[in-house]
């Protein structure tokens, strides 16, 4: 099982550019989540999913959409970078609802200029 | 609004020595602490307190939970190099319906062994 896995690794982008970070899993968990995080700032819950098909806002939203179309996959989506979105990306998935369970993903590197 | 705050912000200790991390938290309807190490990359689980299991020991690394205090502690005993790291809190509240757990994390603690 290759668990958590995400796409890119790394990526630049120019203020008001778009682009979508890819999520995949092969643990067939029901809960997916996207996570940013900050120095100093701990990791905090952009996008959660309960469910293929489903979304839901988590505790920093704006500037940011997501899609569950497939239960393995959890896309996070920039539709107009800020520099303010330069940060490390985590996504995780977990088979419950309990923190413990999560499994997290090696994060993407942003950099919007 | 869920709240974690962590300290140190960060800290160097020389290998052998032993080093305590400090975390306090405010929670609605408190259900667990959960403690992570985060070396390049990943956050890895470490250990969950709840209300019935306030202690837990790994090797060398322990932890305890005071409910009366709202706070924890990560106590690494004789570190070594590979101990070096950013730990990370969070705190979970108990159960909601329709809704994924959501953890609120501490801003960490950047721990540094030197040989």
């Known amino acids: 099982n290759a668990g958590v896995t995400q796409t890119p690794k790394f990526r630049v982008l120019k203020t008001g550019q778009s682009m979508t970070l890819l999520c995949a899993q092969d643990?067939?968990?029901?809960?997916m989540y996207w996570y940013r995080q900050d120095p100093g700032m701990g990791l905090r819950l952009i996008h959660y999913s309960v469910g293929e098909g489903t979304t839901a806002k988590g505790e920093v939203p704006d500037g940011y959409n997501v899609s569950r179309l497939k239960k393995q996959n959890f896309l996070l989506g920039l539709e107009s970078a800020a520099p303010s979105q330069t940060s490390v990306y985590f996504c995780a998935s977990s088979y419950s609802e309990w923190g413990e369970t999560q499994y997290f993903g090696p994060g993407t590197r942003l950099l919007v200029l | 609004e869920d709240k974690v705050v962590q300290s140190p912000l960060s800290l160097v200790v020389h290998e052998g020595d032993t080093v305590t991390l400090n975390c306090s938290y405010e929670v609605t309807n408190f259900r667990s602490l959960l403690w992570y190490k985060q070396e390049k990359k990943a956050p890895t689980f470490l250990f969950m307190l709840t209300s019935s299991g306030i202690e837990k020991k790994s090797g060398r690394l322990s932890s305890i939970l005071d409910k009366k205090e709202l706070s924890s502690i990560l106590n690494i005993t004789a570190t070594q190099t590979g101990d070096s790291a950013i730990y990370l809190c969070a705190v979970e509240p108990s159960r909601r319906k329709a809704a994924g757990n959501k953890l609120t994390f501490g801003g960490g603690t950047r721990v540094l062994v030197k040989p």
């Open positions: 643990m067939n968990h029901e809960y």
